[in-house]
């Protein structure tokens, strides 16, 4: 999977991997933190969450035209990288008000809008020699699992940095308490008896009275979540010094056409359209940028309505096996021990990976039952851990998808690029299905009011929904990313990119704003409109597939 591809692929792999590590860092307890510390209802949370995301996302469209127009790639690159570190120590800053918060949060998307969009056309750059075009969406296969290789590790640095940062105030975190310590400062808990119980057990001896309690553990808890958005900063500088420490590895593809006709070495490189292709070719492009917003929409729940669901619904406790796919301690092992039987039993593997991968079975599954016998028998997960389960899965399923298409590739069946994108759409509304089933019989957001549900279910329903849209996501997004990188005309590279970015914003608002329907409707009813939303969108891309084929082999 990894053969045949230019060392700049990697640079940019590990580059976006620190980025995007410090990115869901952030996000993996960004709504928690502003309800913590803001006491917003999910509706109020959205209307942020939503307007950061469209930030983030739209902003590359800009960030494009600033490296085609004027600085070139690299150099958009480096300086978004910077003003991504200057964002997340703002947000680090503890106590921080509602203004200096929407101020970092502003810089952050500014710094992803001058990243994010340009990293991507880099290396598209790197494919457009015919040696490595038919590798493309391969690639971005490959870029796409190093986002989620960061993504994978950031929940667990979250909690790892919040539980070490309350752990010196004595306290441990509990999404229970802030509730409810929230809603008494607010003067609208009628009931003291549970909050005095869990306030008592966390405070012991120091315990004074309700209001100093919950003063202090919010204060805690709300500079708990700064502690952890500074570990956004510290990744920052790493993938900085990546990116520019291996520059020679990719900067023959650093050149965008407006760089190419001025120089000598690069203007027999340009690429000509005529007027009718580079129209046809944006008409495609236009239109995956339509139809992907609701794949967006629907994916972003998992930061959103499925963060507040992990809370809300899904138990706070599990069995020690189960809590053993929530610790990094006992997951990383388990995963190695997987790949060392994968190894062991792969047909085509020589004696030595067969060797190899048996003494990395036994070693991982030894370091696994050791660990897990551990643990107690019942043991507490935080909502937030939920989210390195899509990551992980992606790191895992990438190696999969790539084989499975490349098997159909040689019987000469391999769908294109669209149709891929389609059957994406399809999927996703597979995966909320589950979550529909799952919500059948459970109260309504409204009619619980911000408190946690008296009947809580399994947490094997979100990661199986989260298992299968990861496998929408693989046909789609990096699908999505290597259409836009071959169909754009060249001098339009890092806008179009930026655009494909901007559509995700808008998709990423209707994220958010769609929090008002779940703080207004059943929880089946939202999500059949999510499954509805995937489905028109499925039907919309198949009903032009001729057009948006033919524009990629033009």
Not at 67 to 76: I, S, V
Not at 227 to 235: K, L, M, N, P, Q
Not at 332 to 340: N, Q, S
Not at 357 to 383: C, E, Q
Request: net charge positive; proline share 3%; aromatic share 16%.
């Amino acid at each position: 999977m990894l053969k045949n591809h230019p060392k700049g692929l990697f640079v940019a792999f590990f580059a976006n991997m620190g980025e995007r590590f410090g990115y869901y860092t952030m996000l993996a307890i960004f709504v928690y933190y502003l309800q913590a510390t803001f006491n917003f209802s999910a509706t109020n949370a959205g209307y942020i969450y939503a307007g950061f995301l469209f930030a983030v996302y739209f902003l590359p469209l800009f960030g494009g035209m600033l490296a085609d127009r004027a600085l070139g790639y690299g150099k958009t690159i480096t300086l978004g990288t910077l003003v991504l570190f200057l964002g997340y120590a703002l947000l680090s800053i503890p106590g921080k008000g509602l203004p200096l918060l929407l101020v970092a949060l502003f810089v952050i998307a500014a710094g992803t809008g001058l990243f994010k969009g340009n990293l991507q056309a880099l290396v598209g750059n790197l494919y457009d020699e015919p040696k490595y075009q038919n590798v493309r969406d391969y690639a971005f296969n490959i870029f796409y699992m190093g986002i989620n290789v960061g993504a994978f590790f950031a929940p667990s640095a979250a909690t790892g940095a919040i539980n070490w940062i309350l752990g010196k105030e004595g306290f441990s975190y509990s999404a229970r308490i802030v509730d409810l310590a929230n809603r008494y400062l607010a003067d609208n808990l009628q009931d003291t008896t549970e909050l005095l119980s869990l306030a008592k057990a966390q405070a012991g001896a120091a315990f004074t009275n309700l209001t100093d309690f919950c003063n202090h553990y919010i204060t805690s808890v709300s500079n708990a979540y700064s502690g952890a958005f500074a570990v956004a900063a510290v990744s920052m500088i790493v993938s900085m010094i990546i990116f520019i420490l291996f520059r020679k590895f990719y900067k023959h593809a650093d050149f965008t056409e407006k760089q190419k006709a001025v120089s000598e070495e690069h203007k027999d490189k340009m690429i000509k359209l005529s007027p009718k292709q580079v129209k046809d070719r944006l008409f495609a492009l236009y239109f995956v940028f339509v139809v992907v917003m609701f794949f967006w929409m629907s994916f972003h729940q998992n930061g959103f309505t499925l963060s507040i669901f992990a809370r809300d619904y899904t138990v706070s406790k599990v069995s020690d096996i189960t809590y053993t796919f929530f610790s990094l301690k006992s997951f990383l092992p388990l995963i190695l021990a997987i790949l060392g039987l994968i190894f062991l039993l792969k047909k085509a593997s020589s004696r030595l990976a067969r060797i190899g991968g048996g003494i990395l079975f036994v070693a991982g599954a030894l370091v696994t039952y050791l660990v897990v016998n551990g643990y107690d028998s019942v043991m507490d997960i935080s909502p937030q851990v939920f989210q390195h389960f899509n990551p992980i899965f992606i790191v895992f399923l990438t190696f999969g998808v790539i084989g499975f298409f490349s098997y159909l590739q040689k019987k000469g069946k391999e769908p294109s690029t669209p149709k891929k994108i389609g059957i994406g759409m399809i999927i996703a509304a597979i995966s909320f299905g589950i979550m529909l089933v799952a919500s059948i019989g459970l109260k309504s957001p409204k009619v619980l009011a911000g408190g946690v549900s008296d009947t809580l279910i399994s947490p094997y329903w979100l990661i199986s929904t989260y298992f299968i849209i990861t496998i929408a996501e693989l046909c789609l997004s990096p699908m999505g990313i290597s259409f836009v990188s071959k169909v754009s005309p060249p001098q339009y590279k890092g806008t179009m990119q930026g655009g494909w970015l901007a559509a995700t914003a808008v998709g990423n608002a209707l994220a958010g704003l769609i929090g008002i329907l779940w703080d207004r409707w059943e929880l089946w009813q939202f999500f059949l409109f999510v499954i509805g939303m995937c489905l028109l969108s499925a039907a919309l891309i198949f009903s032009v597939m001729k057009k948006l084929e033919k524009a990629s082999e033009s």
